[in-house]
């Protein structure tokens, strides 16, 4: 099973370069299942209706969010019903949509389940991700052997510990939020892909996908600054994990990182 996940998508210069070059990408790499980090992609912070579907219309099969998901009012409409959209299993008993999914693979007859956690180190007083993962992984059906997790976190610490935690229960544990991706895609002992953070899509001339003047604002002066998303010539970061249908093991990650030229 080869699958390509790409790395936080923000604002609309994630969205368009997602749609110029996943097409592409499904087929020079023979993908067959795509997976997109999506919690900023509307302006940069949340996820409305409209943008989920045109992630969707472009070949993404499924949505993985974090601590931005909730930013869009609009999300309330429509995270319940689309199930397609996920966001962190972590949260508290009660809170709207669902922290983990499956779905078949087109026409192979097989099915894989999508896991969303979110660190608590640096980010929201949330659950435990480390029994979160446990209770998500008692309510998979056996049968899945395909496990993917989007360990959405601001630590390396954190991902550490957590990949040496769900080595030899989930195929592949992709780190997110961070923006930058990096270079120690791995396989563990028992078989588990692993990647720090997978990176960004969205605009090369910007900090962490946000127009700089705002940020540099902010940080020279301590005072409130609106963040934008910048716009420009993008870049496009992802990983495609090759993953054994018997047993859900990782047999290779590979990073892709392309950029645009205007």
């Known amino acids: 099973m080869r699958i390509l996940f790409i790395g936080d998508v923000v604002g609309f210069t994630g969205c368009r370069i997602v749609q110029d070059q996943l097409p592409q990408f499904r087929r020079k790499y023979n993908i067959q299942n795509v997976i997109a980090n999506g919690e900023n992609a509307f302006r940069g ?8 579907d045109q992630l969707f219309s472009c070949g993404v099969d499924l949505i993985s969010s974090g601590n931005h998901i909730w930013d869009q009012k609009a999300v309330f409409d429509f995270i319940d019903q689309e199930d397609r959209l996920i966001r962190p299993a972590n949260y508290p008993f009660g809170v709207p949509g669902r922290g983990w999914t499956s779905c078949w693979v087109g026409s192979t007859g097989i099915q894989i389940a999508l896991i969303n ?10 659950d435990s991700p480390f029994t979160a993962l446990d ?14 997790v989007d360990f959405h976190a601001e630590a390396t610490s954190e991902k550490l510990a957590m990949a040496y935690y769900a080595d030899g229960k989930v195929s592949v544990l ?3 939020h961070t923006h930058v991706q990096t270079a120690d895609e791995q396989i563990l002992s028992k078989g588990m892909g692993y ?18 003047e705002p940020v540099l604002y902010r940080f020279l002066t301590a005072l409130p600054a609106r963040f934008e998303p910048a716009e420009g010539p993008g870049q496009f970061n992802a990983v495609i994990l090759e993953i054994n249908e018997n047993n859900g093991h990782t047999t290779k990650i590979e990073r892709v990182y392309f950029k645009e030229n205007f």
């Open 45 to 52: 912070k949340g996820l409305s209706r409209e943008v989920a």
């Open 195 to 212: 990647i720090t953070d997978v990176g960004m899509t969205g605009a090369f001339e910007s900090i962490l996908g946000m127009k700089v």
């Open 135 to 148: 209770r998500v992984l008692s309510e998979i059906p056996a049968e899945i052997k395909i496990r993917i």
């Open 117 to 126: 956690l979110l660190g608590r180190v640096f980010l929201s007083e949330v």
């Open 174 to 176: 992709l780190g997110t």
